[in-house]
């Protein structure tokens, strides 16, 4: 009876002896690396080298410019004419708006137009137009003549029209824009290209005019298909939003192309004024491409993906371990003027086994939003038994 109770005694002692070490906790190891920008330097904005510019890109705070300076702005002139029409007259799609009968003077309104070598479209007396072809006409096809027609259904005449431009102009705070006409013509149309950025991005949060400015033609009802003169859009990612030229402006574009900022569609503005050669069009066009792209090659966060198919390190007792990495795939983005992402490993205490699929700690990752990312287990692992102690 002794000796089983001294048996007894030295397995309880043994027991006790192991306990702790069953216990403790599991040991971890970090593998996860310095994450850096794929870039070590921002590139330089691609300004023209004539005229003026301005870039903007509103969900990044971004707005720049180059050579800023009050020129005519040739039938950029028309984006006002658009705004003032809608605020006066809103407009949603698929709805017609008022109309107008076109009568002859109308007509020889046009002719005279033509003859001036001023962008307009094709009328005929008795033709109706409503409100939504008027704003397709001015806006896809540069229709001058278009302008005109809007501004009498929205004041009554030219004149008063121009000066409700005008006061719009000074509500907005765009101080360095005055209106001479509707339609851009008339070199007195003078503005500068941060002005007319801002102008732009206003117009553009009306869905209207967004699903206007992207078309590449429209079909109007005696000219029929005419031809967006807006370069790039409908390629490149441009959605619009307007051109102009002549021969007091030179060359000018506004340019409104997409761009994605983690899952959301964002959009930048690049503005050109007084570019010179060819027709004049193309120069621009290509100019506020190359400042909207590179706008963004120095402007955009970096980012970078926490995929689950990584390993960020291994845990568990001695040789028995398991690897764990993120629970979801996640995209994170953090400013483009830090070079690296910070990312900190916070592990929850494990003592008992761990289990496949089971949350083990959280990756906090200081991007441009402090992000918290479970960290799960890849596989499952126990700690050493009693027995395998003694052995």
Known sequence: MALILGAAMAAGLIVGMQAPLLHRRATVHVTLGTIRATT???????WPSVGSAALVIPSLGVQKSWHDRVVPIASLTKLMTAYVVLKKLPLSIGQSGPCVTISDSDVASYDALSAQDESGVLVATGESLCESDLLNGL??????NYAVLLANMVSGSLADFVTLMNQTARSLGLTGTTYADASGFD????????DQARLAVLLMRSSLVRSIVDQTSVTLPVAGLVDSF??????????????????AAGGCDVLAMTFQLGTTTRTVYAVVLGQEGGDLLGPAGSAALALAQSGLIGQLPHSHDFVTTQSFGTLG???????????????VTWSHSRATLRVDVRMRRLKGPIHRGETVGWLIVHATKLRRLELVARGSVSPLSLWQRLI
Request: charged share 10%; glycine share 12%; proline share 6%.
């Open 187 to 194: 070199p007195g149309s003078v503005s500068t290209a941060l």
């Open 40 to 46: 070590s330097s921002t590139p330089s904005i691609v």
């Open 139 to 144: 806006l896809v096809a540069s229709a001058s």
């Open 230 to 247: 807006t370069p790039y859009v409908g390629t490149k990612h441009v959605i619009g939003v307007k051109s102009g030229r002549t021969s």
């Open 317 to 331: 007792w001695g040789s028995r371990r398991a690897s764990f990495g993120v629970a979801t795939n996640t995209d």
